[in-house]
């Protein structure tokens, strides 16, 4: 139940990607700065709203500010299709952050006590395989209903199944906090705002959300403007453009993100920073590809680079979140997530998308992409970082 409302959540937050063409076409004309500025004004409110429900997450009934999430999102998104001006679809995004932000806030820590720590690398990547596909799904939704509707079409669409799942989301169990981790403390004592000041003062925790902030800074911004790149640098048709980047998203999330999850989980038993060393390698040699995908010539280049690449970066998923899940306590675990989702985005995909097409606008969408391979390399090099000081301490 929580993954499928997972693939909701990114197909809702990528079907943007799909209808670009036509957001750029009358009536509403929108420059590629004001295109990037919608996705920042959702994860602007979505990295606010994430500590508030990560507080919540670490002291009531988890399922409550889930089931919220999901219908506020939902809501937001069926109202962006109704949207008459900028202001008002702006607005609707930006909405869609608050629902967003309760779910992944909260579900990862309810999952964390539902599973073995030496499961959890698995159970937490089946869980964001819906990120590469839900992602697909929203540039593939958003391209074929855009293409034979209209974009008012895409939204609608993307948001009416999250209504009913919202109900169906209050029936889950709620396991007890620590039921899987033997010895650490489940209830916390200290405030919401003490937690969160603990959590910035723990040096292994914050190297892999500063690694992860750079990961999420180039993944972000791929997901945004890949398709309208492939479109205008490689004069790719807009459908075929959207359905053939999203076709690439799936096959490469749901394997490297499966993928990445069994493999941490098999070297943890050898190293207590596999998921560390591993995330930190494998996207370290993503780098190189994600920069061919983005300046090679010929599809016979650039297609394989754009699929290795994916791949490769999808595999970092599940390790990384069980990484943030092993290195705190129970009882502050829906804090962390909620702190990490605030950094990760302050830092990267809220600054991203807007930057890459204020840089569009001024250069070219080919010369823009170009920062996003160095955003890569940054990551992996904290993550091998952040694996070092965990093995030294």
């Known amino acids: 139940m929580l993954t499928f409302i997972n693939l909701l959540n990114y197909l809702d937050r990528y079907v943007v990607s799909g209808i670009i063409p036509d957001l750029k076409a009358a009536p509403l004309g929108l420059s590629d700065e004001q295109i990037g500025l919608l996705t920042t004004a959702f994860m602007a409110v979505y990295m606010i709203a994430a500590p508030i429900?990560?507080?919540?997450?670490?002291?009531?009934?988890?399922?409550?500010?889930?089931?919220?999430?999901?219908?506020?999102?939902?809501?937001?998104?069926?109202?962006?299709?109704?949207?008459?001006?900028?202001?008002?679809?702006?607005?609707?995004?930006?909405?869609?952050?608050?629902?967003?932000?309760?779910?992944?806030?909260?579900?990862?820590?309810?999952?964390?006590?539902?599973?073995?720590?030496?499961?959890?690398?698995?159970?937490?990547?089946?869980?964001?395989?819906?990120?590469?596909?839900?992602?697909?799904?929203?540039?593939?939704?958003?391209?074929l209903m855009s293409h034979h509707f209209s974009w008012r079409a895409a939204f609608f669409v993307a948001g009416a199944p999250g209504l009913v799942l919202a109900l169906l989301v209050l029936r889950l169990q709620d396991p007890p906090r620590g039921s899987q981790d033997e010895g650490q403390t489940a209830v916390s004592t200290l405030s919401p705002v003490a937690v969160y000041l603990d959590l910035l003062k723990q040096a292994p925790y914050m190297l892999v959300v500063l690694g992860y902030a750079a990961y999420t800074f180039a993944l972000g911004g791929l997901a945004v403007w890949m398709p309208n790149f492939l479109e205008r640098v490689h004069n790719i048709p807009a459908v075929k453009a959207t359905t053939t980047f999203g076709a690439i998203v799936v096959v490469t999330g749901f394997l490297g993100t499966f993928a990445g999850g069994w493999l941490g989980d098999y070297w943890q038993k050898s190293s207590r920073q596999a998921y560390l060393w591993m995330s930190g390698w494998i996207t370290l040699l993503a780098a190189p590809l994600a920069f061919i995908s983005l300046t090679a010539a010929s599809p016979s280049l650039y297609y394989p680079a754009i699929i290795a690449a994916e791949l490769l970066l999808f595999m970092s998923t599940g390790p990384i979140n069980s990484a943030i899940a092993n290195l705190v306590s129970p009882a502050?675990?829906?804090?962390?997530?909620?702190?990490?989702?605030?950094?990760?985005?302050?830092?990267?995909?809220?600054?991203?998308?807007?930057?890459?097409?204020?840089?569009?606008?001024l250069t070219s969408l080919g010369q823009a992409v170009l920062i996003v391979p160095a955003a890569v390399v940054i990551s992996g090099v904290v993550w091998l970082i952040s694996a070092r000081v965990g093995s030294a301490g």
């Not at 990490?340 to 890459?356: E, K, N, R, T, Y």
């Open 53 to 143: 429900f990560g507080a919540l997450g670490d002291r009531g009934k988890r399922t409550t500010p889930i089931a919220v999430g999901v219908f506020l999102w939902s809501i937001a998104t069926v109202l962006s299709g109704l949207a008459a001006s900028y202001a008002h679809l702006l607005g609707a995004r930006a909405i869609v952050g608050i629902g967003e932000a309760a779910y992944v806030s909260v579900a990862p820590a309810l999952l964390s006590d539902s599973f073995s720590r030496d499961r959890r690398g698995r159970v937490l990547s089946v869980f964001n395989m819906a990120i590469p596909v839900g992602a697909a799904l929203g540039y593939i939704v958003g391209g």
């Open 332 to 361: 502050e675990r829906a804090s962390a997530f909620a702190l990490s989702m605030f950094v990760i985005h302050l830092l990267g995909d809220v600054p991203s998308p807007w930057l890459i097409g204020r840089l569009s606008d």
